[in-house]
C-alpha cells in the first residue's frame, strides 16, 4: 500500500524524543554520521527563467495530455523553491518542487501509500544524503488521478470511473514524470543528469510498474515493501487474517495481548541463529515455530500465559498464509516469525474491537480490486477458492507489477533496489522474494545481480516501525550505483531511540491510532512497543490520516542506539564473535542457513511471468485492454 520521510514528527518533536532518552540515562552508541555525498559532482545549474514566467509552460504535447499549471515560491530552511502545481487531463494531480539557488541536475519522483489520493513531494530514506538534505533535487510527486482520505471507508470510491483505474494503475506516474522533465528543460535551460523514484507499499508497486512499463524514465528506483502482487495480497491475504482469527460465531480468536507470549517464545527459541542474541531474527524462515513452545498444558485453569489449541491454529495460519481447504498456498509465504508484535492491525485487543485488516478489505477489495460487474463481497464471506482466485486475476494485467522482464531497464543502465522488512504485518516478505526469483530467472542471477539488489531488513515492519535496524539510507547507496556504478555490497541500518521507523510509512501517512489492537503509544511510523502489539490502523505503517505538506527536502537521521550491516538476499549479517555488538563492525557477510528451494509452490507462480500486462483505454464508460502487451 509510500516515498518516504525518516519520520513525519517535526524535527523539534524528534529532537526532544532523543532529549528525553537522554536525561533517561540512555546512552546512545554515537552521533549521526556524517552527511555522504554519494553521487557524482554536479554544477549547479541556475534557473533561465522566473518562476512566475514558468506558469506560462505549454506542456500537452511533452505529456500528450492537457496540462494546466500555476506556480509560486516557497521558502524553507535549504532555501527557495519555486512551487508547480498542475493538472494533467482529465485530474491527475502533481506537484513539482525546483530548487531556485541549488539544483544540482537530479530529480526524484516520491511514490504514495495506501490508494493515494494525495500528494506529498517529499524525500524519504535519504537521512544521510547531503544533496537531499540540503534540497539539491527536484521533487515531485502526484495523487495519482484522483483525491481522497487514505484509510477513509471510501478510499476507493474513484474507481467507479474507469479512467481514474487507469491513472492509478500505471498512468499518473509517467506522465507526471514527463510533465516534471518538461519543466526542469524550461526551467534550467538543461533536463536533470539522474532522475531517481522512491516508494514505499504502494509506492513500491509505483516504483515497480515504472521500471516494468516504462524503464526509461528513471535512472535509479528504490522500491520498498512494494504491494507489486495488488491483486491477490489485497483480497486473499487481509481477507485470510480476518476469517483465519474467527470461530463458528464470528468472534476472535486470538487476542492480542497473547501476542507477547508467542513472540518471546519464538525470540527464546531462535535468536542466536545468526551469532548475537538481540531480539531479531536475521531470516526468519530458520525459525520453525514449534506448538510446545508455547501450548497450555491439559486442563490448565490460568491460560493468560501460554495459548490454547484454537489460538495456536490461528497463529500457524497466519504464519502459512492464504490457502484453499486442502493446504494449497494462494501466496507464496505468510507472515514471518518474529513479526508478531506487529499484527495488530488484525488481531484485535479484546473481543468488541475492530480489526483494520477488515475495513481495509471492505474499502478496497469490491471496488478496487474486483471489475465493476462484479459483485461484492466481504473479508468474513471471501472464499478461499481457486474460483475466486480466478475472479481476482481479471484485473491483473492493469493493477499487478510482478512482470519479471526487466531486459529494457537492465539495458538502459538502470539500477534498482528492493528492500522489505521482516517484520511486515501488510505485504508478506516472501512476495518480494519470489518476485527477485523470478527476475533471476527470466534475465539470469549474473546479469540481474549488475542492476537489481534485495534487502531483507530484520525486524522492520511495513515500511518502517519494529524492533529492528528500521533508519536506513537508500538513496545514497542508489545514486552511487546509478552514478559511480559502486554496487551496494551492503546497506548500512540503524536502530535508534523508540525506533520512529527509519523508512517511515509511505508520504501521505501522518498519525497512528490506537484502534484495530494498535497501542496508544505507537508513533506515527508504528514505533516499537514493549508490551503490546503493534500495526497502524491502516495497516500500512501507523495510520494513513491526514497530513501537513512536508518540505521537498529529506530529514537527517536520528542518533543511532545500534547499527547493522544488511546484506543483499540472501546472504545475511553473522557477528563475527568479538567486538561489541551494537556496532555494525561487528558483523560480517554469512549464508543464510536457510537452503533455498528449487521453486516456490503457489497457486500464483504464473502471475511472475512477462507478458500479461496491457495498456488500457476506455470505451463506452469501460475499460478496455488493447490487444499489444508491454514489456
Known amino acids: ?115 493515494c489520493g494525495q500528494i506529498n513531494a517529499s524525500i524519504g530514506n535519504a537521512g544521510d544524503c547531503r544533496p537531499a538534505l540540503d534540497g539539491e533535487f527536484a521533487v515531485a510527486a502526484t495523487d495519482m488521478g484522483h483525491t481522497g482520505r487514505m484509510g477513509a471507508p471510501d478510499e476507493g470510491a474513484f474507481a467507479a470511473d474507469p479512467q481514474k483505474r487507469i491513472d492509478f494503475a500505471y ?135 501460554c495459548l ?19 493446504g494449497h498456498r494462494f501466496l507464496p509465504g505468510g507472515l514471518e516469525p518474529g513479526s508478531e508484535l506487529m499484527w495488530g492491525s488484525f488481531v484485535p485487543r479484546d473481543a468488541n474491537s475492530r480489526v483494520m485488516s477488515e475495513s481495509l478489505f ?6 478496487v480490486n474486483l471489475a465493476p460487474s462484479q459483485a461484492e463481497s466481504s473479508a468474513t464471506t471471501f472464499p478461499f477458492t481457486t474460483a475466486q482466485f480466478a475472479r481476482m486475476q481479471e484485473l491483473h494485467p492493469l493493477n499487478d507489477a510482478t512482470n519479471p522482464d526487466l531486459h529494457a531497464f537492465s539495458a538502459r543502465g538502470g539500477k534498482l533496489i528492493m528492500w522489505h522488512g521482516w517484520a511486515d504485518f501488510s505485504i508478506a516478505p516472501m512476495i518480494s522474494i519470489a518476485y527477485y526469483r523470478a527476475v533471476q530467472a527470466e534475465l539470469g542471477v549474473a546479469a540481474t ?97 491526514a497530513h501537513a505538506a512536508l518540505p521537498p527536502v529529506a530529514i537527517p537521521n536520528q542518533p543511532a542506539l545500534a547499527s547493522r550491516p544488511i546484506y543483499p538476499f540472501p546472504q545475511i549479517a553473522h557477528y563475527l564473535g568479538k567486538g561489541d555488538p551494537k556496532l555494525a563492525s561487528s558483523y560480517g557477510r554469512a549464508a543464510s542457513p536457510v537452503k533455498e528451494p528449487a521453486s516456490i509452490d503457489w497457486y500464483g507462480a504464473f502471475m511472475l511471468r512477462p507478458g500479461f500486462q496491457k495498456q488500457y483505454v476506455v470505451r463506452d464508460d469501460t475499460l478496455f485492454p488493447l490487444p499489444q502487451s508491454r514489456p
Request: with cysteine; glycine share 12%.
Open 1 to 115: 500500500m509510500n516515498a518516504m520521510s525518516l519520520t513525519l514528527l517535526s524535527r523539534r518533536a524528534a529532537a526532544f524524543a532523543v532529549a528525553l532518552l537522554l536525561l533517561a540515562g540512555l546512552a546512545l552508541l554515537r552521533a549521526a554520521p556524517a552527511f555522504a555525498d554519494p553521487g557524482t559532482t554536479l554544477a549547479v545549474v541556475a534557473p533561465v527563467q522566473s518562476c512566475e514566467a514558468l506558469a506560462q509552460t505549454k506542456l500537452d504535447v511533452a505529456v500528450g495530455a492537457a496540462v494546466a499549471i500555476e506556480t509560486k515560491r516557497v521558502n524553507t530552511a535549504q532555501g527557495e523553491f519555486c512551487e508547480v502545481s498542475g493538472t494533467i487531463a482529465p485530474s491527475i494531480g502533481f506537484k513539482l518542487d525546483l530548487p531556485t539557488q541549488k539544483w544540482t541536475q537530479r530529480y526524484l519522483q516520491a511514490g504514495c501509500g495506501g490508494l
Open 171 to 305: 498512468r499518473a506516474n509517467h506522465l507526471t514524470a514527463l510533465a516534471s522533465k518538461a519543466l526542469m528543460r524550461a526551467f534550467y535551460g538543461v533536463a536533470p543528469r539522474y532522475a531517481y523514484f522512491s516508494g514505499c507499499s504502494d509506492g513500491g508497486r509505483e516504483a515497480l510498474m515504472e521500471a516494468q512499463r516504462y524503464p526509461e524514465d528513471f535512472d535509479g528506483i528504490s522500491a520498498g515493501a512494494p504491494a507489486m502482487l495488488f491483486q491477490i495480497q489485497n483480497s486473499f491475504f487481509h481477507a485470510w487474517t480476518v476469517a483465519a482469527n474467527r470461530d463458528s460465531n464470528g468472534k476472535p480468536i486470538l487476542l492480542a495481548p497473547k501476542l507477547r507470549v508467542l513472540h518471546d517464545a519464538v525470540i527464546a527459541h531462535c535468536d542466536t541463529l545468526d551469532g548475537v542474541k538481540d531480539g531479531l531474527l536475521s531470516d526468519p524462515r530458520a525459525c520453525r515455530v514449534q506448538p510446545g513452545w508455547v501450548a497450555c498444558k491439559t486442563g490448565a485453569a490460568d491460560t493468560a500465559h
Open 308 to 326: 490454547t489449541p484454537a489460538e495456536w491454529s490461528v497463529a500457524q495460519k497466519i504464519y502459512t498464509g492464504p490457502t484453499d481447504a486442502a
Open 362 to 367: 471492505a474499502s478496497m477489495v469490491p471496488v
Open 449 to 545: 545481480d549488475r542492476f537489481l539488489r534485495l534487502f531483507m531488513i530484520p525486524g522492520v515492519g511495513h515500511c518502517g516501525g519494529g524492533d529492528g535496524f528500521a533508519q536506513v539510507d537508500t538513496l545514497s547507496p542508489l545514486m552511487a550505483w546509478v552514478e559511480r556504478g559502486t554496487a551496494p555490497a551492503s546497506l548500512h541500518a540503524d536502530r535508534i531511540a523508540a525506533s520512529a521507523g527509519g523508512f517511515g510509512p509511505p508520504p501521505g501517512a501522518s498519525g497512528a491510532s490506537a484502534a484495530s489492537g494498535a497501542s496508544a503509544t505507537s508513533t506515527a511510523h508504528g514505533a516499537p512497543q514493549t508490551d503490546g502489539p503493534q500495526g497502524g490502523s491502516d495497516g500500512r505503517g501507523g495510520g494513513m490520516g
